[in-house]
Each structure stands twice: as C-alpha cells, then as structure tokens.
C-alpha cells in the first residue's frame, strides 16, 4: 500500500472523527441534562438541607443556574482545551479521575479480547477444518451456552465456586489491600485477582469469537479459489492457514473493532462484581451520585476509542487484505 493512499486514508478519516466526537459531546451533553436531578440535589439531600436559599447557592456554584445553551458552550469550550471538567464527589479533575481508572479497565478488557481472539480463532478454524464431527459439535455447544450466560452470573458463579468454596482466588479488587507488594510479587498479585474477571469477561466474546470464525472460514473454504489451491495438490493445513485463514479474518477484525464499544458496557457488570477499580464502575457510582461531569467524561473517552479504533480497523484491512485500496480509490 502506497504512503500516498494511507495518508489521504488517515487524513481523511481524521476529520469525520474530529466532527464526530463534537456531535457525539454534544448529544451525550444534552441527553444527560435531561435525566431528573443534578448535582445540587444530591449535595443538599445528604447535608439534609434543602432551603431554596442553599439549593439557588449550590447551582449557582456549580453553573447549574445557565440557560442549556450557556452550559453547553462552557462545556464544549472547556472540552476543546482538553478540560473534562471537576468531580464534585471525588474532588479532582475529572481528567486525571479517568486516566486513573483507564489503566484498569485497559488491562482488564486488553486480557480479554487479547485471550477471546487467540482462542476464537484457533476454536473457529478447527470447528470449520471439522465440519459435522465431534470436535464442531462440541465447539459449537460451549460457544452457544457462553454466548446465552449473562457476564455478571458467570462471574457471581466463579466467585462461589473458585473464592469461596476452594479458596484458590481472591474475590475481588486488583490487588491485595495492605500486602506492599512491590515487582514480581505485585505483577503476580494483580494476575491472581485478573483471572475471574477476565475469564467471565472473555466468555462472551470467546463464543462471540468462535461463532463469527467459524461461519467465515466455512464461507471462504466454500470459494473457488480453494477449491482450485485444493486441486494443485496442497495439503489441507496449507490450504486452511495459508489461503483461507487470512481472507476469513476480514469479519473479525470488524467485530473487534465494534467490541470497542464494550469498553465501558461491557465491563460495568464484570467490574461491579469484582469490585475492580475501572471506568465501568465508576460510570456505574456516577449515575447514582449526578456527577455528571465524570460520567461526560467517561463517555467522551469511550466515543473516543471507539472512533479511533476504526480509523485503526480500516488500516488493517487493507493491510490484511491489499485488493481494498483499490476499491478505495
């Protein structure tokens, strides 16, 4: 692929994110300005004060007391010069609030779509190499019954069986409180408490995986060009890893790029269950305290990587399979 092509394909790409992170700051804007209540109605309910003197006060103070369109404008000028704004419940930038709780959420979702992909592909190739014997049955049964198990029962199950009944595994959070773990032992301590979250969380989109894996080898192991591989005397194993793998991958890099968007969706459950200290859970604790400047914050993040994502999906497309920078053309 020429520098030129990739170049106008980012350039281009860039400028429909910048005006698409703008409309989408503004809807999530106006869609949480209509949710009943704010942030004076939760200070004043736990001070057990509600005087129409100290609620005027606190929406003055926090800028509730502008019109829509005034509070859109501050919030949008803010959001230019890369301010999210202050949590009144955590008292710090919301900025900083995020980047805290971004590095658990990364490495919780990065382990289970790095895991879910590995195993999805190898399930889904060998279920399609198979078709109709035992090893497809049985693949296609446990990818069925992941797929229909909600996340968070899952979870709830493993906390029963592999914290409370054997005592192998730690219950919940990243780390153990109190132990100053440091190096090795810390890297080892944060492994521990990842392998209930990060199983529950990748059962889902293992079967997710599997499933779209599978129906598109079958289609491309369907195609002529196969079946001409086929008749010049390759073997099979060539003709599955080396001719049908790579154009079967094209749907799964579409799925993960969607899967994006789970950054945060996808892990409120899990996060919740295993008390593990995310942006899941914190959006989850945002709701209910009208702190909605973190919880603008976290959505703009979330629309963020989702976009940058498939800038990022649409390079590798052409890098899995060259025939679409012409089409692009």
């Known amino acids: ?37 704010d942030v004076a109605d939760v200070i004043a309910g736990e001070a057990g004060s509600a005087t129409p003197e100290y609620m005027a006060d606190l929406r003055s103070r926090f800028g509730l007391d502008q019109s ?31 980047l805290d709780r971004l590095g658990p959420t990364m490495l919780l979702m990065g382990a289970a779509i790095l895991i879910s992909v590995v195993l999805g592909v190898i399930f889904g190739v060998l279920s399609a190499s198979k078709v109709n014997g035992w090893i497809d049955n049985i693949v296609s049964v446990v990818a069925l019954v992941s797929f229909a198990t909600p996340v968070f029962w899952s979870g709830l199950m493993a906390i029963v069986v592999f914290s409370v009944w054997l005592g192998w595994l730690p219950s919940g959070g990243i780390e153990t409180i109190g132990a100053s773990h440091s190096g090795w032992a810390r890297v080892a301590d944060i492994g521990k408490h990842m392998v209930m979250p990060v199983g529950a969380l990748s059962l889902f989109f293992l079967a997710t995986y ?5 129906a598109s080898m079958l289609e491309v192991l369907g195609q002529d060009f196969i079946t001409t591989a086929r008749a010049k005397g390759l073997s099979e194993r060539v003709v599955v890893f080396k001719h049908a793998l790579r154009n079967a991958l094209l749907p799964l890099v579409t799925m993960i790029g969607l899967q994006m968007g789970t950054l945060v969706g996808g892990s409120v459950l899990v996060e919740t269950v295993f008390g593990w200290p995310g942006l899941g859970r914190l959006a989850f604790e945002s709701v209910f305290q009208r702190d909605l400047n973190v919880l603008l914050g976290i959505l703009f993040i979330s629309s963020l990587v989702v976009l940058v994502t498939n800038i990022l999906v649409d390079i590798v497309y052409v890098v899995v399979d060259p025939r679409i920078e012409g089409k692009g053309h």
Request: glycine content about 6%.
């Open 1 to 37: 692929m020429s520098t030129g092509v990739l170049g106008r394909r980012f350039f281009s790409r860039t400028v429909q994110t910048a005006l698409s992170v703008l409309a989408i700051a503004v809807t999530n804007f106006a869609l949480l300005k209509l949710v009943p209540g």
């Open 68 to 98: 829509f369109l005034e509070q859109l404008w501050l919030y949008v000028t803010k959001l230019i010069q890369l301010d999210l704004g202050h949590s009144f419940r955590h008292n710090m930038p919301v900025g900083d609030l995020i």
């Open 210 to 214: 599997t499933r779209l894996m599978r």
